[in-house]
T-cell receptor, first 116, second 114 residues
Framework: EAGVAQSPRYKIIEKRQSVAFWCNPISGHATLYWYQQILGQGPKLLIQFQNNGVVDDSQLPKDRFSAERLKGVDSTLKIQPAKLEDSAVYLC??????????????FGPGTRLTVL | GNSVTQMEGPVTLSEEAFLTINCTYTATGYPSLFWYVQYPGEGLQLLLKATKADDKGSNKGFEATYRKETTSFHLEKGSVQVSDSAVYFCALSDRSSNTGKLIFGQGTTLQVKP
């Protein structure tokens, strides 16, 4: 079974530029998560999708971040405009069930973003 | 609110030493508890989990027991190997939110020397 795919693996941009990350979850997984991991910290949830609907986006900085999951499969996370503090690893995860409290989440390799 | 606290790292051990990484949590509901591991250059992988009090999760020689009375989920291994060198994250998912959202600790780096 193929794992969670993410691209690109690395991205370097200047502040105020825009950037987009792509995620393809494990086939058949209904729930998709985007986490932000700042160096030296644990991942923090940005947004959770159930199929193509948003379940939780309470910690997504909506003035600059946006995400979509068209057709309930692939997802894109966008930052526009980027700030220095957005430098982090962006992790995508998926789970097979309803995204409940006991489900196992499977993580992709992440995209490392550096904002100069 | 919900939170997870892990012991500070890095933890440096010799091969075959006993490992303990402490993890305590605060939760408003009744959480599931997880240990994830991140090997160098790789993504997070689930190591083990427990979904109710007194459950013991185990995998690859690692164990952790869900202790509700002490709100802890300490990770242990009897004999570590160089290949166990990685960053270990304790996390919880709160049943009351029913979203599956994981709340992570800050991570503990383990270095095992031959």
């Amino acid at each position: 079974e193929a794992g969670v795919a993410q691209s690109p693996r690395y991205k370097i941009i200047e502040k105020r530029q825009s950037v987009a990350f792509w995620c393809n979850p494990i086939s058949g997984h209904a729930t998709l998560y985007w986490y932000q991991q700042i160096l030296g910290q644990g991942p923090k949830l940005l947004i959770q999708f159930q199929n193509n609907g948003v379940v939780d986006d309470s910690q997504l900085p909506k003035d600059r971040f946006s995400a979509e999951r068209l057709k309930g499969v692939d997802s894109t996370l966008k930052i526009q405009p980027a700030k220095l503090e957005d430098s982090a690893v962006y992790l995508c995860a998926s789970s097979s069930l309803a995204g409940g409290w006991g489900d196992t989440q499977y993580f992709g390799p992440g995209t490392r973003l550096t904002v100069l | 609110g919900n939170s997870v606290t892990q012991m500070e790292g890095p933890v440096t051990l010799s091969e075959e030493a006993f490992l303990t990484i402490n993890c305590t949590y605060t939760a408003t509901g009744y959480p599931s508890l997880f240990w994830y591991v991140q090997y160098p250059g790789e993504g997070l992988q689930l190591l083990l989990k427990a979904t109710k009090a007194d459950d013991k999760g185990s995998n690859k020689g690692f164990e952790a027991t869900y202790r509700k009375e002490t709100t802890s989920f300490h990770l242990e291994k009897g004999s570590v190997q160089v290949s166990d060198s990685a960053v270990y994250f304790c996390a919880l998912s709160d049943r009351s939110s029913n979203t599956g959202k994981l709340i992570f600790g800050q991570g503990t780096t383990l270095q095992v020397k031959p």
